[in-house]
Each structure stands twice: as structure tokens, then as C-alpha cells.
Nanobody
Framework: GFQLVDSGGGSVQAGGSLTLSCTSS????????VAWFRQGPGNECEFVSS???????YDSDFVEGRFTIARDTKKSTLYLEMNNLNAEDTAMYFC?????????????????????WGQGTQVTVSS
């Protein structure tokens, strides 16, 4: 399978910013559904933001305009720019991708519908 490598996490104070990156030497981000998920302590993996193959973007309600997903196909990199972070954003963040694009009967944002995953990068926000 394809290898995705997450980076860019760190520790910041509330109100701070981080930009996460997801790179791959063999996965072509253009034309594929890609997404970011996160898993906080004691929580299930939850959807954060996605970019469909046609460029449409969707965010979870908690994003509230603070995060921006973007991809640079020339660099084979997916980004998640995060601003105005708060303590509730503390989690391990994972990029994800799938080879079969689609809506999956409305369940397009479920993690089980993404087959390729990065190893995760930790984001810790102190209040």
C-alpha cells in the first residue's frame, strides 16, 4: 500500500497555530479523496476535514472556520492549517486517503472508508 507520513504537530498555547503536513513518495493526491482525522485521549477517531477528488471541501462543525485543508500535488503533500487552537483540539492527527472515491451512501467521512493512513502527529494545546 501507499505510505503516508504525517508531520508538523507540536505543543502550542490556546489561540496558537500549527500547520500539519502529510507527504507521500508514491501516492498521488490529485484526483483522490483525502482527509484529516483526529483521536483525542479516550475518544474515538473523528473526522476533521476532507477534500474530495473534485476539490469540494467539508469540515466538521467543530472546525468553525479555524482549519484549512489544502494539497500541493507537485509536492505530493496534503496540509491542514490550524488556527485559533483550543485545548479541545488536543489529539493525534492523521491524514487519510482512499483509492476509490465516492459518497459511500452518505458515510463518506467514516474512517473505515479510508484505506491509507499516516502514522499520526501529536497536537497538544495548553490553555
Amino acid at each position: 500500500g501507499f505510505q503516508l507520513v504525517d508531520s508538523g504537530g507540536g505543543s502550542v498555547q490556546a489561540g496558537g497555530s500549527l500547520t500539519l503536513s502529510c507527504t507521500s513518495s508514491d501516492f498521488i493526491f490529485e484526483g483522490q479523496d483525502v482527509a484529516w482525522f483526529r483521536q483525542g485521549p479516550g475518544n474515538e477517531c473523528e473526522f476533521v476535514s476532507s477534500m474530495f477528488s473534485d476539490g469540494d471541501q467539508y469540515d466538521s462543525d467543530f472546525v468553525e472556520g479555524r482549519f484549512t485543508i489544502a494539497r500541493d500535488t507537485k509536492k505530493s503533500t496534503l496540509y491542514l492549517e490550524m488556527n485559533n487552537l483550543n485545548a479541545e483540539d488536543t489529539a493525534m492527527y492523521f491524514c487519510a486517503a482512499r483509492s476509490k472515491n465516492g459518497w459511500y451512501g452518505g458515510n463518506w467521512d467514516r474512517p473505515e472508508h479510508f484505506e491509507y493512513w499516516g502514522q499520526g502527529t501529536q497536537v497538544t494545546v495548553s490553555s
